[in-house]
T-cell receptor, first 112, second 117 residues
């Protein structure tokens, strides 16, 4: 199957700082990538759809100025959590479509 | 549709027995369905998929059944092993536009499968 990687796998930061998470499709090109957030014992919630070369499409209730998405190439999308606060602590997962959707291993964010 | 809850449904099975995990989907326009397995602290892993023009698809030790009449999906795991312990999610792929070019994947609430020795 297709491989999607994420970096970092976990990050701890202070409140008010910004954190960047990278999502890469390793063996295929993806014009569309997706960013999800998952809280403990809950399902995956789609945050935004990242489109290569154009603006991301955000789901209702997701602040686009807080969660900046950049899809600069066909193999890389980045999610930047700006001015992070403790309530942003979560498991962030990206996916990319190659016939079906394949997911990255996730990034655990803890904001102190 | 989206389903969020604080308590995952659970299923406990004896090692070697068969497991059946059920999922109800909400959108009759969904035409593609996927089962994912998620182990603790990891991203979802693709297991098997099925298109709406089929009612059954088999993989290695897994079978997915689709009943469009009642909008129900099930995942059957044969000879369940300890390594099968995980949370299993069904996902429905829904076209957002009539052209079908934009699509969205919506996850069910998940089921925690525990395999007992």
């Amino acid at each position: 199957g297709a491989v999607v990687s994420q970096h970092p796998s976990r990050v701890i930061c202070k409140s008010g700082t910004s954190v960047k998470i990278e999502c890469r499709s390793l063996d295929f090109q993806a014009t569309t990538m997706f960013w999800y957030r998952q809280f403990p014992k809950q399902s995956l919630m789609l945050m935004a759809t990242s489109n290569e070369g154009s603006k991301a499409t955000y789901e209702q209730g997701v602040e686009k100025d807080k969660f900046l998405i950049n899809h600069a190439s066909l193999t890389l999308s980045t999610l930047t959590v700006t001015s992070a606060h403790p309530e942003d602590s979560s498991f962030y997962i990206c996916s990319a479509r190659y016939e079906t959707q394949y997911f990255g291993p996730g990034t655990r964010l803890l904001v102190l | 549709g989206e389903s969020v809850g604080l308590h995952l449904p659970t299923l406990s099975v004896q090692e070697g027995d068969n497991s059946i995990i059920n999922c109800a989907y909400s959108n009759s326009a969904s035409d593609y369905f996927i089962w994912y397995k998620q182990e603790s602290g990891k991203g979802p892993q693709f297991i098997i998929d099925i298109r709406s023009n089929m009612d059954k698809r088999q993989g290695q030790r897994v079978t997915v059944l689709l009943n469009k009449t009642v909008k129900h999906l099930s995942l059957q795991i044969a000879a369940t092993q300890p390594g099968d312990s995980a949370v299993y999610f069904c996902a429905e792929n829904t076209p957002l536009l009539p052209s079908g070019s934009a699509r969205q994947l919506t996850f069910g609430s998940g089921t925690q499968l525990t395999v007992l020795p």
